[in-house]
C-alpha cells in the first residue's frame, strides 16, 4: 500500500537557524514526489516536483532533495515569512492520477 | 492566467442535509481532483474527473459524487452529510494526470452540525 509519512510533526526554528524536513515514502512505481506549502485556511501552494532518486530542485531558501526511499526539504537561512505547513505527497503507477499525502510539518519561525 | 477558484469559501449544513460544491479549473487544464482535509491532517483523496467521467476513486463510500462539465468546471455532490464530514474540501486541476504539478484552490470549508 502506498503510504508517506513526515517529521517532525511541528518544528520551531529561530529566523535564520537552518532545518531539515523528512518524508519517508513507499509506492509502487514513483512517477513523482510533490512537495506543497499550506498556509492556514488556504489551499496547497506548488513548490516541486522531483522524479527520480538523485535530483534537487532550489527555490530561494528552499531546496528539495530525493532518495528511493525519502525526501528532504532543506530550509536555509528561514525567515518568518516561512512559517506554514508543508506537504509532501506522491504520485505512484496507478492510472488515477492520485496523490497521496502525508500529515505534513508545520513550521513556525521566530524573528 | 486564471488559478483555481471554488465556492463558497465556507458553508454550513445540518446532518442529513446535502450540499454541492463547485470548482474552476485553470485555464488549459482538463483534469480535475477532489480531496477532503480534515484538520491537521493531510488531503485525502475522493475522486478525479477527466473528460467528464470518473477516472479513479479513493475510500469514500457512494454518496460522495462528482461532475465534470465541457467546459472543466465540476462539482463535487454529498448526501446525507454527517459530522464527520465537516473538513476543508479542495479542487486540483492539472493537465491529464499531470507529473508537473496539481494547481490547488483554496477549498470550501464544510462544518456539518
Known amino acids: 500500500e502506498d503510504q508517506v509519512t513526515q517529521s517532525p510533526e511541528a518544528l520551531r526554528l529561530q529566523e535564520g537557524e537552518s532545518s531539515s524536513l523528512n518524508c519517508s515514502y513507499t509506492v509502487s512505481g514513483l512517477r513523482g514526489l510533490f512537495w506543497y506549502r499550506q498556509d492556514p485556511g488556504k489551499g496547497p501552494e506548488f513548490l516541486f516536483t522531483?522524479?527520480?532518486a538523485g535530483e534537487e530542485k532550489e527555490k530561494e531558501r528552499l531546496k528539495a532533495t530525493l532518495t528511493k526511499k525519502e525526501s528532504f526539504l532543506h530550509i536555509t537561512a528561514p525567515k518568518p515569512e516561512d512559517s506554514a505547513t508543508y506537504l509532501c505527497a506522491v504520485h505512484g503507477s496507478s492510472n488515477t492520477g492520485k496523490l497521496i499525502f502525508g500529515q505534513g510539518t508545520t513550521l513556525q519561525v521566530k524573528p | 492566467e486564471t488559478g483555481v477558484t471554488q465556492s463558497p469559501t465556507h458553508l454550513i449544513k445540518t446532518r442529513g442535509q446535502q450540499v454541492t460544491l463547485r470548482c474552476s479549473s485553470q485555464s488549459g487544464h482538463n483534469t480535475v481532483s477532489w480531496y477532503q482535509q480534515a484538520l491537521g491532517q493531510g488531503p485525502q483523496f475522493i475522486f478525479q474527473?477527466?473528460?467528464?467521467?470518473?477516472?479513479g476513486r479513493g475510500n469514500f463510500p457512494p454518496r460522495f459524487s462528482g461532475l465534470q462539465f465541457p467546459n472543466y468546471s465540476s462539482e463535487l455532490n454529498v448526501n446525507a452529510l454527517e459530522l464527520d464530514d465537516s473538513a476543508l474540501y479542495l479542487c486540483?486541476?492539472?493537465?491529464?494526470?499531470?507529473?508537473?504539478?496539481?494547481?490547488f484552490g483554496s477549498g470550501t470549508r464544510l462544518t456539518v452540525v
Open positions: 474527473y477527466y473528460r467528464e467521467e470518473e477516472n
Open positions: 486540483a486541476s492539472s493537465i491529464g494526470q499531470s507529473e508537473y504539478g496539481y494547481t
Open positions: 522531483l522524479y527520480s
